[in-house]
T-cell receptor, first 113, second 116 residues
Framework: KQEVTQIPAALSVPEGENLVLNCSFT??????LQWFRQDPGKGLTSLLL?????REQTSGRLNASLDKSSGRSTLYIAASQPGDSATYLC????????????FGRGTSLIVHP | SAVISQKPSRDICQRGTSLTIQCQVDSQVTMMFWYRQQPGQSLTLIATANQGSEATYESGFVIDKFPISRPNLTFSTLTVSNMSPEDSSIYLC?????????????FGPGTRLTVL
């Protein structure tokens, strides 16, 4: 059974810092990995999707990397801003069947001015 | 990406009653999913809803408690039946957008349910 772990569980940083959020998974046979952002009490916003054959994806100040062999992904946030404050979730999809994702518990990020 | 709306956005309900949550997508999608997110927890899949067939429920979830309808390719409902305080959660629907490769998932804004 796939298990997804996110470290740290919570993070509080001053504005402007560069951040790294970690996601690890136990089964390296994945189809893709997706990073989401969730604002308090809200739904999920897709940030980046990395296919199993890719090593990284970039969108603006966000960069996500994937190392399948070690079962790890990182989300790098450059020059953090207070508007980045949210919970960040990673989800891993295994190949075959109905492609249902397994979610981590998330990293709760606070960026203070 | 697919645009997903949910109704209601939040509700406060009494124990023993039922609530039906609606999920509307702006494009036709084959697979829709319903999740529950209990306070401080990550997402747990309740069921997969495909148009024209019975929903497929995950372990720990049953049709009598969470009946689902999927009448067409853009709409689904989830009913939370005979509610108890333990059902207080955010309920989210999601879809796989067929215009995106690699089964990228998109989520609705969620329904925040409080059961007294």
């Amino acid at each position: 059974k796939q298990e997804v772990t996110q470290i740290p569980a919570a993070l509080s940083v001053p504005e402007g810092e560069n951040l790294v959020l970690n996601c690890s998974f136990t089964d390296s046979a994945i189809y893709n990995l997706q990073w989401f952002r969730q604002d308090p009490g809200k739904g999920l916003t897709s940030l980046l999707l990395i296919q199993s054959s890719q090593r990284e994806q970039t969108s603006g100040r966000l960069n996500a990397s994937l190392d399948k062999s070690s079962g790890r992904s990182t989300l790098y946030i450059a020059a953090s801003q207070p508007g980045d404050s949210a919970t960040y979730l990673c989800a891993v999809i295994r190949p075959g069947g109905s492609y249902i994702p397994t979610f981590g518990r998330g990293t709760s990020l606070i960026v203070h001015p | 990406s697919a645009v997903i709306s949910q109704k209601p956005s939040r509700d406060i309900c009494q124990r023993g009653t039922s609530l039906t949550i609606q999920c509307q997508v702006d494009s036709q999608v084959t697979m829709m999913f319903w999740y529950r997110q209990q306070p401080g927890q990550s997402l747990t899949l309740i069921a997969t809803a495909n148009q024209g067939s019975e929903a497929t429920y995950e372990s720990g979830f049953v049709i009598d408690k969470f009946p689902i309808s999927r009448p067409n390719l853009t709409f689904s409902t989830l009913t939370v039946s005979n509610m108890s305080p333990e059902d207080s959660s955010i309920y989210l629907c999601s879809v796989e957008d067929p215009t995106y490769a690699y089964n990228e998932q998109f989520f609705g804004p969620g329904t925040r349910l409080t059961v007294l």
